[in-house]
């Protein structure tokens, strides 16, 4: 219960009555007008501290007759507190004219309050989305008055809490009074959000336009790239989890056909709406609660306000059980999809502050990424642009800044996605992670990460750096003619360990065949020779195929240029388990595509006599012998125009 000390009850006739521990004995007979809404506050008292509805659930009409009531007792008033779980900054509760009249509190720095925080004008309380619920009704965070937002009464009485849920509930059912907005534009949802008019004190019915929020998105560009390299690692049967922000939820767009999704989240946006319309989330494969949509509270446009309004697939649960982790953990497939503000080269990362400042907060987002983490098949994944402020500023830095918050920890990120591709950091070591995030961060910029990796060692003081751009239109996925499924792509400045992996799995007939050399060996000066390549001269295109979410490398072609004569030299190898499945006639094919777009006239190779395999590949490919010299042939293809 609240402190009933710091509030004075009035009785109103037969509209309000409570007994002297504070509960509720009897239901308003009448709805207040919204000239009687500012009776509600006629018995507050200096400390009290008062419960605000959530983001776009915030009760516009009660937080406006509050804030009149406060200005005109502004001498009699002192040290009220303002609590809310996240405000989106559209009430000016930092006003200046308030002064020692109240202060606002924040579970989450909304971005129009960052600058109130930093001045201190505003305080801010982290603290997990799961743990608030508890916070209240043990009474450590104790709510004398709770102003919330719901939808007109049903014949039996009952009021949905609509779009916020979240705290909401725990927070009418332990204030010491509970005034409500009955809102007609508010849409009534299933789940856990209902309450009875029996238990609210003041109800007072003003129709008005809920609050929108569209988060902003990077350049549409940009966007589009970050959102297909997301539907590469969201697996079809996934149950999905959006964090806030435009970038996840803009990625969302890019599941429209991926099927059977799920959605279990602390927060319903814009795009998983959609996703349900286009009937990718249809919530069939859901390990707990299957057939239904689960979240919080939702922000967004009015048409996803309309599309849950009365809506039987979709049901609003506390935060405490959306945000549980034995729940999230056991659902299969959970895919945690956040955004954040920065991430440092050895994977830990934060969604709160920038050199210091708080600029947003914890929200789920940590405990669904560490839930996905623990959940069957599960995965985490923070997408975000490389850059920032008009690509001036990295979002991948070497350290995270000083007195920066660390919201996500190292060992709980798995999959970091930009437009510049995806880093998988799953099992890597922290050089492995280092050399994977430098190699989607922006191009302009990973000059300057590897010099400082160097510097702060975390990756070889040797390491070397090409600046040539990723092809991405060298990527394709091609079958071969015993219908093997292989993804071709052009290495990576990441791939150095999957390359060690591909040449060590080779048998030693193998090695000898494809370096000439009976060196068992490959050091780090060596591999990265392979992944340091020019793109815009020469190609490294590697046969890749998927297992358990990973890549697996089965075969690796590349040529290098000779610009006197416009050939260029080809080679290939083919991990042993892999031959005599089409994988070296489908690289060898595939490289001479590349080749001819690229204005080459034809291949050279040298080949070892003694390696009949590759003797008869490239003899049926056309290739004819030009000398044969110390056991070893060199052949020459020259292209058709």
């Not at 201190?120 to 102003?147: E, H, M, N």
């Not at 999959?415 to 950091?425: C, F, K, S």
């Not at 492995?432 to 300057?448: C, K, V």
Request: with cysteine; proline share 4%; net charge negative.
């Amino acid at each position: 219960m609240g402190r009933s000390g710091l509030w004075a009850v009035r009785i109103m006739g037969s509209q309000f009555e409570v007994d002297g521990e504070g509960r509720r004995r009897r239901h308003p007979d009448d709805f207040l007008s919204p000239e009687e809404a500012d009776a509600i506050f006629g018995g507050l008292r200096s400390g009290a501290r008062i419960f605000i509805g959530t983001a776009c659930g915030e009760p516009q009409a009660l937080v406006g007759a509050l804030l009149r009531h406060i200005r005109a007792h502004e001498g009699d008033l002192f040290d009220l507190e303002l609590l809310q779980i996240w405000g989106l900054g559209r009430t000016d509760f930092t006003d200046g004219d308030f002064g020692r009249s109240f202060r606002h509190n924040s579970l989450f720095v909304g971005e129009g309050m960052a600058a109130a925080f930093a001045s201190l004008r505003a305080d801010y309380t982290p603290a997990f989305p799961s743990a608030v619920p508890d916070l209240i009704r043990d009474g450590t965070i104790p709510i004398d008055l709770a102003l919330v937002q719901t939808s007109l009464p049903d014949a039996d009485g009952n009021l949905s809490l609509g779009i916020s849920v979240d705290a909401v509930l725990a927070a009418t059912e332990e204030a010491s009074i509970v005034a409500a907005q009955a809102n007609q534009e508010m849409p009534r949802v299933g789940g856990e959000g209902i309450v009875n008019i029996r238990d609210i004190d003041r109800v007072v019915r003003v129709d008005e336009p809920l609050l929108e929020l569209v988060e902003p998105r990077p350049p549409p560009e940009v966007m589009d790239k970050i959102g297909r390299n997301v539907a590469r690692i969201v697996p079809d049967g996934a149950t999905i989890q959006v964090g806030r922000g435009g970038v996840p939820d803009a990625a969302l767009s890019h599941l429209q056909n991926k099927k059977h999704l799920g959605l279990h989240s602390e927060l319903f946006t814009d795009g998983a709406a959609e996703l349900m319309r286009s009937g990718a989330i249809d919530n069939s494969k859901k390990t707990i609660d299957a057939g239904k949509a689960v979240a919080s509270f939702s922000v967004g446009r009015r048409s996803t306000y309309d599309f849950i309004d009365e809506n039987p697939q979709v049901e609003f649960r506390t935060i405490d059980r959306t945000c549980d982790l034995s729940v999230i953990s056991r659902q299969r497939r959970m895919t945690a999809l956040n955004t954040a503000l920065e991430i440092d080269l050895t994977g830990q990362a934060t969604a709160e502050s920038l050199g210091g400042r708080f600029c947003g907060g914890v929200g789920g987002e940590a405990e669904f990424i560490r839930g996905a983490a623990a959940s069957s098949g599960g995965r985490s994944i923070l997408a975000l642009p490389s850059t920032r402020e008009e690509e001036s500023a990295s979002r991948i830095v070497p350290r995270l800044g000083r007195c920066a918050s660390v919201t996500f920890h190292r060992c709980d990120v798995r999959y970091v996605v930009t437009e510049y591709g995806i880093a998988d950091l799953r099992g890597k070591s922290v050089r492995d992670r280092a050399m994977s995030l430098i190699g989607i961060s922006h191009p302009d910029i990973r000059p300057w990460l590897v010099e400082e990796a160097k510097r702060l060692s975390l990756v070889y003081q040797d390491q070397v750096y090409h600046p040539a751009l990723y092809r991405e239109d060298l990527e394709a996925w091609r079958a071969t003619g015993t219908g093997l499924s292989i993804f071709l792509r052009p290495v990576r400045i990441s791939d150095e360990p999957l390359l060690k992996e591909f040449f060590y799995s080779l048998s030693d007939r193998s090695l000898y065949r494809r370096f000439a050399s009976a060196r068992k060996d490959m050091p780090h000066s060596r591999i990265q020779e392979f992944v340091t390549v020019d793109l815009s001269r020469d190609v490294v295109i590697l046969a890749l195929i998927f297992r358990d979410g990973r890549e697996h490398l089965i075969g690796f072609a590349q040529y290098n240029r000779n610009e006197r004569d416009r050939l260029a030299e080809l080679a290939l190898v083919v991990r042993d388990d892999y031959q005599r499945q089409g994988v070296g006639t489908l690289l060898h094919s595939y490289m001479t595509d590349i080749a001819k777009k690229s204005g080459i006239a034809g291949f050279t190779a040298e080949v070892l006599e003694d390696n009949l395999p590759a003797m008869r590949l490239i003899e049926k490919m056309g290739f004819e012998t030009v000398e044969a010299e110390g056991g070893a042939k060199e052949m020459r293809l020259i292209f058709d125009d």
